[in-house]
C-alpha cells in the first residue's frame, strides 16, 4: 500500500471554475464533510498562454488554502490543454487519415486544447519545459500527496493520430518487434517497402495494420506519452507516488474510437485509477455488478489503484444520484480493494456542455442530499483507519482471464464498415460481452471471482478456474502455461473462439494450436444462425456463433438441436478443458437463461470454487470482503427497500449495526460493516 490510509479526497480546481472567490470558503468547508484531499489541474494552455511566460498564481493561491487549512493536495497536469502556440508555431495538430487536420479546440472538458500530438517532439519539448517549471516551483510543498501525469489517456478518435511524426514513430515501433521488414512482410502477407515508409491504415478490413496500429497507440504509444511526464516529476520529486487514471477502461471497450491497453500503459507510472465508464446511477441489478466488475478489473491491473473520478451525478440535467446510488458505489469501491476514492467534482460544472454535472455541492456551493452520503463515508474510513490501512481484496478461486490482443481483435471484427472507415458493422461485442457476461453469471450465482491479465500468466496456478472469453489468438507462453495448469489439477473454460486465429491475425486453417491438451479444427462457424444448445434438459439461445469442431477428444456435454456436440470435457493429467462451440459468458449476457448457469455452475462445483457465505445478489444483497491479517471486513450492501437480516457464522469483533447474538441487520438500500476472525 502507497499511503498509510485510504484517500478520500475530490477533484476542485479545473480553470475557470470554481471562481477565485468561491475558494476559501469551499477548502474551509472540506473538512466538514471529511474530504481531506483536494486534486488540482494544472492546465497548460491557462498557466502558459504565452510561450516562456508562466502565471501559476491560481495554483499558489490554492495550495497556500489546502495548507491553511489542513487539507492534502493531488497535483494533476492537463496537457491536453495545449496553448495556442502549441497548434501555430509547431503544427502540433493532430491528423486523421483523409488528411483532415483536428484543430484544439473548446470541448467542455479541455478548454481551449484538445489536444495536440504529443509525439511531434516539438510539442513533446513544449511540454516538457512546462512540467518542469511546475514541479520545480512546488515539488517541495508539504501539501502535496501524489502526481496525476494524466487526465484519462486514450487514444480517440480512431483517427488519433496519422501525422508523420506517428508515422515515423510507428514505423520504429515495428521495427524494434520485427528486426526488419521482409520478417514483418512474411508475417503478415504485407508488401511493405520499408518501415520509414510504413502505411497506416485507411480502414479495418485488412486487420493486421489496424491491429498493429491500435494496439501501438493504446498501449507504447500512451506509455512514452505518461513516461515523459513521470520522468519529468522524478528529476525533483523522488519521493511521491506517481499515477495516472483512465477514462475508459479496457474491461468496457467496445469499439476502436475510444481506447487505452490498461495493463501496457500502467507500468509507465507508479499506480493506475480509473474514472467510471459505466452507469453511475445504481438502480438496475446489472448497474451494480458492473460498478463491481469495474473494481475488480482494475486491481488485476493494478493492486493500489484508485477509484479517481467518482461521479455525484453525471448531471447535464438528465442523470442525479441518489443516497443509495452513491453509497453503493462507495462500498463497492471499497470491497474491491480501492486504495482511493477521488469524486469529480466537488461543485456542479457551470460551463460548457458539463453543464451542472457532478458537484457533491451545488454550483452555489451548497451541499446536495449525496453530500452527507461522502461525509458519512470518510467518516467510516477514519473509523476503521487502522484495519483499511493495511487490508487487500479477498481472493478468489476462479479468475476471468483479460488478454488486450483478443479484445482489440474482436472490436477490429465489428468494425468493418463502409470502404474508408472505421464504422461497425452488425457488431457484436464478442469479447466484452462474454467476459462481462461471465462476470455477472458467477456472481449472481453468489460466487467469487477475479480477474487476471493475461501477462500474469505465472500466476494461473493461484486458481482453480481460468475462464477465456473469446481467446481468439493463443499466444505461446500462454499455451505452454496453460498446459501446465491443466496437466497439475487446474480447470479451463475455453469459450467459444478459442484458438480461431494464427498470432498474425490469421484465420486457422488447420488445428487448434493446443495440443497435445486438444486435437481439433474448426471446420463450421455462422453468426447468429438461429441454433440453440441443450443441457440437462435445459435448452437456450447459441450466440453469437454456433462452431463446429472436427475432433473425437472428450466427453460431449452438451449439443446443438441438430445433435452435433456444443461443449465438450477434455480430461488432461489432472485436470480439465473445457471447450465449446458457442459462447456461455455472451449468452448469460445477453438474456441470462438458466441453462448457462446450470453448466458454468457444474463446472465450479466440480471444481470446488468457494461461494460468499450471505450473499444473495439475485435478492439484492452484496457481499465483499477485505483481509487484513486474521481479520476480515464483511460489507454487506442491501439494494431492496426491505430490511434484511443475516446470521454471522464466524465471531464478530466489530460490526456499524447493533447486533444481536450474531444476527446482524442491513438496513433498506443500506450497508453494513462488519469486523471477524477468519
Known amino acids: 500500500m502507497l499511503f498509510e490510509e485510504i484517500i478520500h479526497g475530490t477533484q476542485y480546481y479545473r480553470s475557470p471554475t470554481p471562481l477565485e472567490e468561491e475558494w476559501e470558503g469551499d477548502i474551509q468547508n472540506l473538512k466538514d464533510y471529511n474530504l481531506d484531499a483536494l486534486q488540482i489541474r494544472i492546465n497548460w494552455r491557462n498557466n502558459e498562454r504565452v510561450e516562456g511566460e508562466y502565471d501559476f498564481s491560481d495554483v499558489d493561491k490554492l495550495i497556500e488554502l489546502a495548507e491553511k487549512n489542513g487539507r492534502k493536495v493531488m497535483m494533476k497536469f492537463l496537457l491536453e490543454c495545449a496553448p495556442q502556440y502549441v497548434f501555430d508555431k509547431y503544427d502540433g495538430v493532430r491528423i486523421g487519415p483523409k488528411g483532415e487536420r483536428l484543430r484544439g479546440g473548446y470541448h467542455g472538458a479541455f478548454y481551449?486544447?484538445?489536444?495536440?500530438?504529443?509525439?511531434?517532439?516539438?510539442?513533446?519539448?513544449?511540454?516538457?519545459?512546462?512540467?518542469d517549471k511546475v514541479v520545480e516551483r512546488y515539488y517541495k510543498c508539504d501539501c502535496i500527496i501524489l502526481w496525476n501525469v494524466w487526465n484519462e489517456p486514450r487514444n480517440r478518435p480512431i483517427e488519433e493520430c496519422f501525422c508523420q511524426h506517428c508515422r515515423k514513430n510507428f514505423g520504429s515501433y515495428l521495427k524494434d518487434k520485427f528486426g526488419t521488414i521482409e520478417r514483418l512482410n512474411k508475417n503478415y502477407g504485407a508488401t511493405e517497402e520499408s518501415f520509414e515508409t510504413i502505411n497506416l491504415p485507411a480502414m479495418s478490413h485488412g486487420y493486421w495494420d489496424i491491429f498493429e496500429f491500435k494496439k501501438y497507440k493504446a498501449g507504447k504509444s500512451i506509455y512514452d506519452m505518461l513516461r515523459f511526464v513521470y520522468d519529468g516529476i522524478r528529476k525533483y520529486d523522488k519521493t511521491r507516488p506517481i499515477m495516472s487514471h483512465v477514462g475508459f477502461?479496457?474491461?468496457?471497450?467496445?469499439?476502436?474510437?475510444?481506447?487505452?491497453?490498461?495493463?501496457?500503459?500502467?507500468?509507465?507510472?507508479?499506480?493506475?485509477?480509473?474514472?467510471?465508464p459505466c452507469d453511475t446511477l445504481m438502480q438496475t441489478p446489472e448497474a451494480r455488478l458492473d460498478i463491481q466488475m469495474l473494481g475488480d478489473f482494475l486491481r488485476a491491473v493494478d493492486k493500489n489503484y484508485f477509484f479517481h473520478e467518482i461521479y455525484p451525478s453525471l448531471g447535464t440535467f438528465i442523470k442525479y444520484d441518489t443516497p443509495f446510488d452513491m453509497e453503493f458505489k462507495l462500498y463497492s469501491a471499497l470491497g474491491a480493494g480501492a486504495k482511493g476514492m477521488v469524486y469529480w467534482q466537488y461543485?456542479?460544472?457551470?460551463?460548457?456542455?458539463?453543464s451542472d454535472c457532478s458537484g457533491i455541492m451545488y454550483m452555489d456551493g451548497k451541499p446536495r442530499e449525496v453530500a452527507f452520503t461522502v461525509r458519512d463515508f470518510g467518516a467510516a474510513l477514519k473509523e476503521q483507519k487502522n484495519f483499511l490501512s493495511g487490508c487487500e481484496a479477498e481472493k478468489a478461486d476462479m479468475a476471468i482471464v483479460f488478454d488486450f490482443d483478443c479484445l482489440l481483435m474482436s472490436t477490429i471484427e465489428d468494425s468493418c464498415g463502409a470502404d474508408y472507415t472505421f464504422d461497425w458493422c452488425n457488431p457484436q461485442f464478442h469479447y466484452r460481452n462474454a467476459h462481462a457476461g461471465m462476470y455477472r453469471l458467477v456472481r449472481n450465482s453468489n460466487r467469487k471471482v477475479d480477474y487476471l491479465g493475461a501477462k500474469d500468466?505465472?500466476?494461473?496456478?493461484?486458481?482453480?478456474?481460468?475462464?477465456?472469453?473469446?481467446y481468439c489468438m493463443i499466444q505461446p507462453e500462454i499455451k505452454a502455461a496453460l498446459e501446465s495448469f491443466i496437466k497439475e489439477g487446474g480447470?479451463?473454460?475455453?469459450?467459444?473462439?478459442?484458438?480461431?486465429?494464427?498470432?498474425?491475425?490469421?484465420?486457422?486453417?488447420?488445428?487448434?494450436d493446443f495440443k497435445p491438451v486438444l486435437n481439433a479444427r474448426m471446420r463450421h462457424r455462422k453468426l447468429n444462425s438461429g441454433a440453440t444448445v441443450s443441457y440437462k434438459g435445459k435448452t437456450g439461445a447459441a450466440r453469437p456463433f454456433k462452431t463446429q469442431y472436427l475432433t473425437d477428444d472428450g466427453e460431449v456435454l452438451a449439443v446443438f438441436d441438430d445433435g452435433t456436440p456444443a461443449l465438450r470435457k477434455i480430461?488432461?493429467?489432472?485436470?480439465?478443458?473445457?471447450?465449446f462451440g458457442f459462447s456461455v459468458g455472451y449468452g448469460y449476457y445477453m438474456d441470462g437463461a438458466e441453462i448457462w448457469t446450470e453448466i458454468v455452475g457444474d463446472i465450479l462445483n466440480e471444481a470446488c470454487v468457494s461461494s460468499y457465505k450471505y450473499s444473495n445478489v439475485m435478492g439484492g444483497l452484496y457481499e465483499k470482503r477485505l483481509v487484513n491479517g486474521d481479520r476480515q471486513m464483511i460489507?454487506?450492501?442491501?439494494?431492496?427497500?426491505?430490511l434484511k437480516t443475516v446470521e454471522i457464522e464466524e465471531e464478530i469483533v466489530w460490526c456499524s449495526e447493533n447486533t444481536t447474538e450474531n444476527l446482524v441487520s442491513i438496513q433498506p438500500k443500506g450497508t453494513t460493516r462488519l469486523i471477524i476472525k477468519a
Open 249 to 276: 477502461t479496457s474491461g468496457f471497450q467496445l469499439s476502436l474510437t475510444d481506447m487505452c491497453d490498461d495493463f501496457t500503459a500502467r507500468d509507465a507510472v507508479d499506480f493506475w485509477g480509473t474514472s467510471i
Open 112 to 131: 481551449g486544447g484538445w489536444k495536440p500530438c504529443f509525439e511531434n517532439p516539438m510539442v513533446k519539448a513544449a511540454a516538457q519545459k512546462f512540467v
Open 457 to 470: 500468466y505465472h500466476r494461473f496456478s493461484e486458481y482453480k478456474v481460468l475462464y477465456f472469453p473469446y
Open 347 to 354: 461543485r456542479s460544472e457551470r460551463v460548457g456542455f458539463e
Open 635 to 642: 460489507i454487506l450492501q442491501n439494494a431492496t427497500d426491505e
Open 571 to 579: 480430461e488432461y493429467g489432472k485436470g480439465k478443458f473445457y471447450f
Open 491 to 512: 480447470t479451463v473454460i475455453a469459450d467459444e473462439g478459442f484458438g480461431l486465429r494464427t498470432t498474425n491475425t490469421w484465420m486457422q486453417p488447420y488445428d487448434v
